[in-house]
T-cell receptor, first 115, second 115 residues
Framework: AQKITQTQPGMFVQEKEAVTLDCTYD???????LFWYKQPSSGEMIFLIY??????QNATEGRYSLNFQKARKSANLVISASQLGDSAMYFC????????????FGSGTRLQVQP | EAQVTQNPRYLITVTGKKLTVTCSQN?????MSWYRQDPGLGLRQIYY???????DKGDVPEGYKVSRKEKRNFPLILESPSPNQTSLYFC??????????????FGAGTRLSVL
């Protein structure tokens, strides 16, 4: 069974600073995908970034980068130059590449960006 | 605009009154899925579909039905809703073919309250 652990229930960051949100995972699969989603207070689930288990380079999408350390089974999200609009819940998720393709989500980290 | 559309966004109903939450995607995705999000329990998969007329149970299917008669639509049916089905529901869709990076895109969510 897959499991995602996010150990930071809440984080504060100053505007324009960088912040790292932690995520560790557990799986016996060799092929899997790791995702980060953002959930603002309005409730929708917004895709941010993806990392495949066989990708050798860390993924980047604009101000988001994923620090993937396969041996340590970690997939931390780094947000550079935080903006007030980044205040939201952030979920790390894993998806099996076979079978029912379900996303397994962590418990989330609430990020608050302070001016 | 590529999107997953859920309706309604908000719904208050009473125990036992059948309801349907609609989900439609315009991205020609084969894979569609329903999740529910509950405080302390995170997001859990209810049902999923790999293609037209192909559906299967997720982690928490009891009390729900789905159908996939057309590729774009994947309605969630609660035949006899109960208060423990009060939750935030998400529909998601993705491609299946083409390798691992098949991102699941989410609808805006449906907040359901069963009294």
């Amino acid at each position: 069974a897959q499991k995602i652990t996010q150990t930071q229930p809440g984080m504060f960051v100053q505007e324009k600073e960088a912040v790292t949100l932690d995520c560790t995972y557990d799986t016996s699969d060799q092929s899997y995908g790791l995702f980060w989603y953002k959930q603002p207070s309005s409730g929708e689930m917004i895709f941010l970034i993806y990392q495949g288990s066989y990708d050798e380079q860390n993924a980047t999408e604009g101000r988001y980068s994923l620090n993937f350390q396969k041996a340590r089974k970690s997939a931390n999200l780094v947000i550079s130059a935080s903006q007030l609009g980044d205040s939201a819940m952030y979920f790390c998720a894993m998806r099996e590449d076979t079978g029912r393709r379900a996303l397994t989500f962590g418990s989330g980290t609430r990020l608050q960006v302070q001016p | 605009e590529a999107q997953v559309t859920q309706n309604p966004r908000y719904l208050i109903t009473v125990t036992g009154k059948k309801l349907t939450v609609t989900c439609s995607q315009n991205m020609n995705h084969e894979y569609m899925s329903w999740y529910r999000q509950d405080p302390g329990l995170g997001l859990r998969q209810i049902y999923y579909s790999m293609n037209v007329e192909v559906t299967d149970k997720g982690d928490v299917p009891e009390g729900y039905k789905v159908s996939r008669k057309e590729k774009r639509n994947f309605p969630l049916i609660l035949e006899s809703p109960s208060p423990n089905q009060t939750s935030l529901y998400f529909c998601a869709s993705s491609l299946l073919a083409g390798g691992g990076k098949n991102i699941q895109y989410f609808g805006a969510g449906t907040r359901l309250s069963v009294l």
